[in-house]
């Protein structure tokens, strides 16, 4: 659902956008997933309406979702029923919101493929994820994208993290391909750990719509949960929340100075060395932040990147909102280090 571009007939300018949400999170301390979880963060969202808004035709909403760890014991069904021998418990596991038109949608399809197998990475196969497209309203409906996902293996020898250092390299190969070839794909996440399920409605029809949350076999020890409140920028499919790595109120004032700052930086990207070697990194890894993603998905943008260089989440979102410090005479100014991928 593209954005319209500023022009001389209308007011509209996106660096003037803000939202205004409502968001929670549901964890279980020791670790144990279950179904409950998942219903609590459900219920919990639909209680935070008033936190939305919803257009004329009674549905569509400014965009709602949840964030959960991968639910291994679906997947494990999933392989099962197609006589799949991976082991799910070390899956990664993509969302995306594809074209709606055929063509375009193999053609995307096509690209996740070409990326993964650059990356090293292995498709173990498609899987269309199930919706009742009649929980949504007629707005939503009409701008509605087709919803894949795909479940990746992991190469012998990648840990945790390394896996998803490559996953992360795979999603910017997959986007330059989308944007190469005017492909209208999103990949809302692809990940070793964590998938979303979002779109435009409301939070008490997410459960509604995307059938695999009614599903027992969805189980998970956190939620991250968000309705979200469009004060004067456009809803899309691709700007509900959560997003890869936060759920956020928006309101930053600061936005456009800070992609500045990202976009200088982006020329001292780096990948390890002869770690695909034929692609330069500054043309891989950038740019950095999505230009018709909102300030929140922004922020997200550069979260990712910090952590999946190396850094701890608290360590990440320390230097992307720092406390005042101009006052504290026993803090240390540093110059920033450059932003480098680590060798897996």
Same mark, same amino acid.
């Given at each position: 659902? %593209?954005? %319209?571009?500023? &022009?001389? !007939?209308?007011?509209? &300018? %996106?660096? =003037?956008?803000? +939202?205004?949400?409502?968001?929670? =999170?549901?964890?279980?301390?020791?670790?144990?997933?279950?179904?409950?979880?998942?219903?609590?963060?459900?219920d919990a969202l639909s209680n935070l309406e008033h936190r939305g808004a919803v257009a004329d035709d009674a549905k569509t909403g400014d965009g709602a979702g949840v964030l959960t760890q991968i639910p291994r014991r679906l997947l494990a069904r999933e392989?099962?029923?197609?006589?799949? !021998?991976?082991d799910p418990q070390t899956l990664g596991l993509g969302m995306f919101f594809l074209p709606a038109d055929e063509h375009q949608r193999i053609a995307a399809q096509q690209a996740i493929v070409?990326?993964?197998?650059? !990356?090293?990475?292995?498709?173990?196969?498609?899987?269309?994820? $199930? *919706?009742?497209? +009649?929980?949504?309203?007629?707005?939503?409906?009409?701008?509605? $994208?087709? =919803?894949v996902q795909a479940l990746v293996a992991r190469p012998g020898g990648l840990d945790d993290v390394a896996f998803e250092r490559t996953l992360f390299v795979a999603r910017k190969h997959m986007e330059a391909a989308f944007s190469?070839?005017?492909?209208?794909?999103?990949?809302p996440s692809l990940s070793g750990r964590t998938v979303v399920y979002k779109g435009l409605l409301l939070g008490s029809h997410l459960a509604d719509f995307y059938l695999d949350l009614h599903d027992p076999a969805y189980t998970t020890a956190i939620a991250v949960y968000h309705q979200r409140y469009s004060t004067n920028t456009f809803p899309t499919w691709e700007r509900a929340q959560p997003f890869r790595m936060l759920s956020h109120n928006g309101e930053i004032n600061t936005i456009q100075g800070n992609a500045n700052w990202m976009r200088a930086r982006e020329a001292v990207l780096a990948l390890p060395e002869n770690w695909l070697a034929d692609v330069p990194a500054g043309d891989l890894l950038a740019p950095?932040? +999505?230009?018709?993603? @909102? &300030? @929140?998905?922004?922020? &997200?943008n550069a979260l990712e990147l910090l952590v999946i260089a190396g850094r701890d989440v608290p360590h990440a979102m320390n230097m992307l909102v720092p406390e005042a410090w101009e006052k504290i005479p026993d803090l240390p100014i540093?110059?920033?280090?450059? *932003? @480098?991928i680590t060798p897996v």
């Open positions: 659902m %593209p954005l %319209p571009k500023p &022009d001389a !007939t209308h007011l509209y &300018d %996106p660096r =003037f956008e803000h +939202d205004a949400c409502g968001i929670g =999170f549901v964890a279980r301390i020791s670790g144990e997933a279950d179904h409950s979880i998942l219903h609590m963060a459900l392989l099962e029923q197609r006589n799949l !021998t991976a070409a990326a993964l197998s650059a !990356t090293g990475l292995g498709l173990v196969c498609w899987r269309e994820v $199930p *919706i009742n497209a +009649d929980a949504l309203g007629e707005r939503a409906r009409s701008a509605m $994208p087709a =919803f190469a070839q005017n492909l209208a794909a999103y990949v950095v932040l +999505d230009a018709s993603g @909102s &300030d @929140s998905a922004k922020l &997200d540093r110059c920033a280090p450059t *932003i @480098s």
